[in-house]
T-cell receptor, first 109, second 116 residues
Framework: GNSVTQMEGPVTLSEEAFLTINCTYTATGYPSLFWYVQYPGEGLQLLLKATKADDKGSNKGFEATYRKETTSFHLEKGSVQVSDSAVYFCALSSNDMRFGAGTRLTVKP | EAGVVQSPRYKIIEKKQPVAFWCNPISGHNTLYWYLQNLGQGPELLIRYENEEAVDDSQLPKDRFSAERLKGVDSTLKIQPAELGDSAVYLC??????????????FGPGTRLTVL
């Protein structure tokens, strides 16, 4: 069945550091791919998405490119801020939505 | 625009007691989801509604869990009786519907259940 594997955390970075959170998937067909973010005490919020191969999703300085050849959708940001501290979930959607286990990011000043 | 509303936010009960969670989706969203999120894990789907019809409840433990979405708007998820292992966050989400593979799901803040 469909599944998502993402980089285990926690990840701790200093402000302005470069961020990469790896995500790979297994799926039949052509799923859509998502990154959701969960801030403390809140629900999941969509960060970005891509619906077909080679699409790049971007939002708030975060980017991820749908790579069909490597079945990956890695999340990147060039310069993280303290306010980016949260848990990040990679997900895929075809007939249903499957989430990764989440990666907790802490950014220190 | 109001987001997905869930209540209560927190619930503590003793095992074998019943518990119910309520969700009001974003206005106009036809599809409603209930997810279970265990600590340190991603959400797992329990049930999906298209309007008032449960179209995917394959992961719902039907011996103790039940759900309803009367009139195709708000929804209630019930556990009776609760077990220690049911302690988790119960998330509700909604989406406009019609494009299952690409629809963005909008999540509520969740109900954190603790079973003692």
């Amino acid at each position: 069945g469909n599944s998502v594997t993402q980089m285990e955390g926690p990840v701790t970075l200093s402000e302005e550091a470069f961020l990469t959170i790896n995500c790979t998937y297994t799926a039949t067909g052509y799923p859509s791919l998502f990154w959701y973010v969960q801030y403390p005490g809140e629900g999941l919020q969509l960060l970005l998405k891509a619906t077909k191969a080679d699409d790049k999703g971007s939002n708030k300085g975060f980017e991820a490119t749908y790579r069909k050849e490597t079945t990956s959708f890695h999340l990147e940001k060039g310069s993280v801020q303290v306010s980016d501290s949260a848990v990040y979930f990679c997900a895929l959607s075809s007939n249903d939505m499957r989430f990764g286990a989440g990666t907790r990011l802490t950014v220190k000043p | 625009e109001a987001g997905v509303v869930q209540s209560p936010r927190y619930k503590i009960i003793e095992k074998k007691q019943p518990v119910a969670f309520w969700c009001n989706p974003i206005s106009g969203h036809n599809t409603l989801y209930w997810y279970l999120q265990n600590l340190g894990q991603g959400p797992e789907l329990l049930i999906r509604y298209e309007n008032e019809e449960a179209v995917d409840d394959s992961q719902l433990p039907k011996d103790r869990f039940s759900a309803e979405r009367l009139k195709g708007v708000d929804s209630t998820l019930k556990i009776q009786p609760a077990e220690l292992g049911d302690s988790a966050v119960y998330l509700c989400a909604s989406s406009p519907g019609g494009e299952l593979g690409t629809d963005t799901q909008y999540f509520g803040p969740g109900t954190r259940l603790t079973v003692l």
